[in-house]
């Protein structure tokens, strides 16, 4: 009975080796999947990171550009300081000047009326 009861545990045994085997090729068989999808995910993390790259580089030439072109232009720009003077001058006279009230400005109350609204055609602002 004892040789009976032995015989039975290492069928058992046996049994459970194999399909310990079958679980073993099964996990490996995943392993081989989850590996190609990592690769796959490092492939596509690198593709967006070198195209943040480019972007970043673009942006940054653009906003450079933009730096340049603004101080070209502040740079050219005392060379009409006299313009702005005489139109500095001009509104001063225009607002030294006494305004009829039916002229007047109906916000500031000192400009001459000059704006006219549409699409009504009321000239009532400065």
């Known amino acids: 009975k004892a040789l009976q009861i032995l015989t039975n545990?290492?069928?058992?045994k046996e049994e459970e080796?194999?399909?310990l085997r079958e679980q073993?090729?099964?996990i490996e068989q995943h392993v081989g999947i989850l590996t190609a999808?990592?690769?796959a995910a490092q492939v596509l993390v690198e593709e967006?990171?070198?195209d943040t790259k480019k972007k970043l580089?673009?942006?940054g030439v653009a906003v450079g550009v933009g730096a340049v072109l603004a101080?070209?232009?502040m740079r050219r720009k005392p060379d009409n300081c006299e313009e702005d003077q005489e139109d500095d001058d001009q509104l001063e006279m225009r607002l030294a000047t006494?305004?009829?009230?039916?002229l007047e400005c109906v916000i500031c109350m000192e400009g001459v009326k000059e704006v006219m609204m549409e699409p009504c055609g009321h000239v009532c602002c400065c």
């Open 24 to 26: 073993n090729v099964l």
């Open 9 to 12: 545990q290492n069928i058992i």
């Open 17 to 19: 080796i194999v399909k």
């Open 57 to 59: 580089i673009v942006i």
């Open 37 to 39: 999808e990592l690769s």
């Open 98 to 102: 006494p305004v009829p009230d039916s």
């Open 71 to 73: 101080w070209l232009y």
């Open 48 to 50: 967006t990171r070198l």
